[in-house]
């Protein structure tokens, strides 16, 4: 049964860069799934951010794409994001998830992480 | 893109059958036979509950089923009890590689 764990700062300054990591364990990164960004404004619904292939090959939502980076690090079976020139509007509950390939949904969440922003 | 077209609240007694709808165009939810629905208690991760659009995961209940006609997507919880009470999203894909949720459902067991 493969497990995420999302990790990073809490609080980001408003124009800042917001940084994520997201440890896979009980599987590898590597194998033929995307590993996906999800966030949650409080009280909002959920916003797709993007996505990784272990290959490094990514896919970003066409509205947030000008100021994300996803990268993978194989060697340690984890996948990271990077949201630069940040905002209020972009705190959130952010979660990292696994896609099943074929069939395109999340089939395992990590347990979400709260990120403010504020100075 | 806007998020896909939910409403925003549910209810229904136990034991009874309610359905949530998600509207979509025929670029996402009409285009594609991949939906998806999530269930999300408060302060918890979602739970996939359906994908491609009438499929259940293992371990998921039979009381929970999905349909799409045009595009409009449905999610049917029959039999309902206490613990359904949840906030419930779909999601699509919307083609060029992207991925749009709903603006999520509040249902209520009364």
């Known amino acids: 049964q493969v497990q995420l764990q999302e990790s990073g700062p809490g609080l980001v300054k408003p124009s800042g860069t917001l940084s994520l990591t997201c440890a896979v364990s009980?599987?590898?990164?590597?194998?033929?799934?995307?590993w996906s960004w999800v966030r949650q404004p409080p009280g909002k619904e959920l916003e797709w951010i993007g996505e990784?292939?272990?290959?490094?090959?990514?896919n970003y939502n066409p509205s947030l794409k000008s100021r994300v980076t996803i990268s993978v690090d194989k060697s340690n079976n984890q996948f990271s994001l990077k949201l630069s020139s940040v905002t209020a509007a972009d705190t959130a509950v952010y979660y990292c998830?696994?896609?099943?390939?074929?069939?395109?949904?999340?089939?395992?969440w990590g347990q979400g992480t709260l990120v403010t922003v504020s100075s | 893109q806007s998020a896909l077209t939910q409403p925003p609240s549910a209810s229904g007694s136990p034991g009874q059958s309610v359905t949530i709808s998600c509207t979509g165009t025929?670029?996402?939810?009409?285009?594609?036979?991949?939906v998806s629905w999530y269930q999300q208690h408060p302060g918890k991760a979602p739970k996939v509950m359906i994908y491609?659009?009438?499929k259940r995961p293992s371990g998921v209940p039979d009381r929970f089923s999905g349909s799409k006609s045009d595009n409009t997507a449905s999610l049917t919880v029959s039999g309902l009890q206490a613990e359904d009470e949840a906030d419930y999203y779909c999601?699509?894909?919307?083609?060029?590689?992207?991925?749009?949720f709903g603006g999520g459902t509040k249902l209520t067991v009364l």
């Open positions: 998830a696994r896609v099943i390939p074929g069939a395109i949904y999340f089939d395992s």
């Open positions: 009980g599987g590898s990164i590597s194998s033929s799934n995307w």
């Open positions: 990784i292939y272990h290959s490094g090959s990514t």
């Open positions: 025929s670029s996402d939810v009409g285009g594609y036979n991949y």
């Open positions: 491609e659009v009438s």
């Open positions: 999601c699509s894909y919307a083609g060029s590689n992207n991925v749009i």
